[in-house]
């Protein structure tokens, strides 16, 4: 994972402090590299289940 919408992460820790910024139902765009290529995705952020 590169990016979670324009914020950078090069961690586990980043990507969750990306995420707690946003609210539930937010559309994030995620930005990934598989394989040497890049993708853009879109997610919806939902609850998180326990």
Partial sequence: ????DEDAVASPQ???EAIVRKQIGDAVR????RKGEKFELQAV???MRR
């Avoid at 994972?1 to 979670?4: P, R, S, V």
């Avoid at 995620?30 to 590299?33: H, N, Y």
Wanted: charged share 5%; net charge positive.
């Fill in 1 to 4: 994972m590169l990016a979670i």
């Fill in 14 to 16: 980043s990507v969750v």
């Fill in 30 to 33: 995620v930005t990934i590299l």
């Fill in 45 to 47: 952020l939902g609850k």
